[in-house]
């Protein structure tokens, strides 16, 4: 993956300056990113489990998309590249859930939103490069894969989890649409 360059923003979320990723990890700037649940018309989410390659959280189990947001792009915007460069989906009408800081790691400090959407299984295109799998999950899985084997999903899979059942997570939350409708 080339080196994307990405919006150094501060913690109101202005842009203050921008970094290549690299750089932007290296010294723990704060920067944006862009999450996407995407459910089929049973209720189940598409879960990603990312290829073994990735740097970051290889194996792992991860939301439908998790986007960087590009330097000039919205977070929306991110969330439809995501969804179009993870999964090969377009056209697909998202909705804001959330807006949040959060660590993801070490000198990985994000403001991220978290998005929602429907999506037809049939559609799905995931990139081999990036993702070794998809696959759907209820909400009674995901509950049971937080509790009993957290160590198969993202960290920041879990809190998205954590914030999108129960309202809450290891995040500051700036934004939070009201009761979800999971």
Request: glycine fraction near 8%; include cysteine.
């Amino acid at each position: 993956m080339a080196d994307e360059l990405l919006d150094v923003v501060d913690d109101e979320d202005n842009v203050i300056g921008r970094e290549l990723r690299d750089a932007v990890h290296q010294r723990g700037f704060w920067h944006r990113g862009a999450h996407v649940f995407l459910f089929d018309a049973d209720g189940r989410m598409l879960v990603q489990k990312r290829s073994a390659n990735r740097d970051n959280s290889p194996s792992l189990l991860d939301c439908s998309v998790s986007e960087h947001v590009k330097a000039g792009e919205t977070y929306l915007e991110a969330a439809i590249r995501g969804m179009k460069e993870e999964m090969g989906v377009e056209g697909i009408e998202i909705e804001r859930l959330a807006k949040f800081r959060m660590n993801y790691g070490v000198n990985d400090n994000e403001i991220s939103e978290l998005y929602t959407g429907m999506v037809n299984p049939m559609d799905v295109r995931f990139d081999p490069v990036e993702i070794a799998s998809v696959s759907y999950a209820g909400v009674d899985e995901l509950k049971k894969l937080m509790t009993d084997e957290p160590e198969t999903l993202c960290g920041w899979f879990v809190e998205l989890l954590d914030l999108y059942f129960n309202g809450k997570g290891k995040m500051r939350i700036l934004f939070q649409r009201g009761e979800n409708a999971w």
